[in-house]
Every structure is written in structure tokens, then in C-alpha cells.
């Protein structure tokens, strides 16, 4: 069995940070979200793998190489532009050959992994099988409606009248009969080949498409809010250890990780929180949920619910919350100026000006 990882997109939802660093390579809890994702596929037991890139092509090269860091072997295969999922298919088909494979979209993570759904698919004998997970709002999302045998009878993508709130996550199986189903479907109105028109051609002509409904957590990081509620939730799974230095002016209060080389005096540290090598923190506070990568400075300033990206520093800051902070960039108070209030009020009125 084979592995598709696509990792082609431009992350236009994510800029400014992807104006210059592809989306899968966002760090969460200062690990990036490919390398989750390369780990999953390892731990199902895959390792020959299909990458399909881009326009970022060159950084994730960089950052995967040939696989062998991850126990993979990578081939990676360019798609001249993002002419949708079924698409990578279809330009994949020399390398896929006529064998099993699992697709996983480079910007989605599935706590726990993939074994169990990759097991499923082994076990049986459906031309494809697809991962689902219930949730609020099926309208944006492909949504998967099933028989009583948990078999797919339809999918359809973002419909405005759901009859399911079973949406399909970012992680398919598939058997050789796929190549004929994206060879025979038609471009959508967004003019991209959708991989759910190639499953309902499956399932239209009598094809099995199975199915593995998960109940734990996933996410796609489609946006800022996105990639903070993923860092949250992986940062909740963190040990706390300290490899760097932390002076006797410093508290750790819960799980702090604190990586080798990185220097904490005189500041506070709320867990769950991970300090990167090389990373200085300096009469600051840093609160929970926050991962700040290596060689960064936190100096005389707050954050919290934040990522800090790779050499970035931050100086004489109030705070920051909610923020994700790019590589080498730099934060500082801004000077103080005097303020002036031009009024015209009327009798009897009460004012509150602040200072």
C-alpha cells in the first residue's frame, strides 16, 4: 500500500505567514503539521509515499528531503496548478500504479492517527473508504450519507440542505478502480476535478465505498483561528520537562516543556506551554497554550494563546494573546506620545477619558 500526501495548496486563508512559508509547515506545539501528518502515515505501516506539491514545492522538499528522517521513502510528484484533488490523482497515476493507497491532505490533522481507518479498508473489499466525523455545521464540508451498513450511498459537497451531519475529513483509501473514476468525472463550478465526484462515480456504478466514522478530534488549518485551535489541543498532550536553564527568579506552573540551550530569568510560565532551544525568555509572562520555536526573544513583555515562529522577538509588549507572530519578525512597544481631547459637550454632561 502506497500513500498520497498533497501538500499543493497556497494557504491564501493564512497570509501574511504563507506569503512566505508553505501551510503544512506551520509549526503546532513547534513541530510542523506535515511532520504530524508523515508520522500518521508511518505508524499505518506505509512507507512508500507520493507527494504532490506546488508552488511551494522548494520548501518542502527542504523540509522533508527524500523521507528517510521519517522512515519514508518520498517521491514527489509537481502539479502545474491546484486543478483539485482528483486531480493529484490523476497526475499521480504513474507512480501509484495499479496498488492500494491512502490520500491525506498535507494540512489536516486526525489525533491518534490512521490505523484503525487504514485496517478497516485493508479488512474489506471496498473500492474506496472514507474517513468521517460528525459536526455542527455539515454545510462546509463534503457531507457522506450512509446505509445501515455504514456503506456511502452519496456524497455531496457543501450542500446548503444537509441530510447528514457526517462530514468527510481530509483522509481517503482507495483501490485501482479510482483512476477510472477520475478519468470520468467533469470539472465542477470551481473548475477543479473534486475526489467527492470521483467517490460518487464509484459509488453510482455499483461500486462499495466504505466507511470509518471517528469520534476524536481533526482539524484542517484553514485559517489563523484554525492553526491556534490546533496548537491548544496538541499542546493539552504535552509533557512538561526542562532541558534548558531556568533561573530561582522563574516559575513553571503546570507543563512546561523548555527545550536545550533556551534561557528563562526572572519570568513566569504557565503550561501547557513549549519554550524552543536557543529561545530566551526575560522578566516576561508567558501563558498557557503558547509555543514559541528556537532562537526567539521574549523580553519585559506578556503573550499567551500564541505561536511564535523561529527567531522572532518580542520586547516591552503588554500584552499578546491570540496572535501568531512570524519567523525573524520583531515586536516592541512603541514610543509614548501625549495625547490631546478636543471636546464639545453639552450641559450636564460625564466623560471618562483614558490616560
Known sequence: MKALILVGGVGSRLRPITHTSAKQLIPVANIPVLSYVLNSIKEAGITEVGMVVGATAT??????????QFGLDVTYLQQDAPRGLADAVLISRDFLGDDDFVMYLGDNYVVDGIVDFVDDFRRGEAAAQVMLARVDDPRRFGVAELDADGRVT???????????DLAVVGVYAFGPAVHEAVAGIKPSWRDELEITDAVQWLVDRGHVVGS??????WKDIASVTDVLEMNRHVLETVDGRVDGEVDEASELVGRVVVEAGAKITGSRIVGPAVIGADTVVQDSYV???TSIEGNCRIAHSEIQYSIVLRGASIEGVARVEDSVIGRETEVNAAPRTS????????DHSRVRVGC
Open 59 to 68: 520548501e518542502i522538499r527542504e523540509a522533508v528531503g527524500d523521507g528517510a
Open 154 to 164: 452519496a456524497v455531496v459537497e457543501k450542500p446548503q440542505d444537509p441530510r447528514s
Open 339 to 346: 495625547t490631546a481631547h478636543r471636546l464639545v459637550l453639552g
Open 287 to 289: 501563558g498557557p497554550f
Open 212 to 217: 470509518t466514522v471517528i469520534d476524536r478530534y
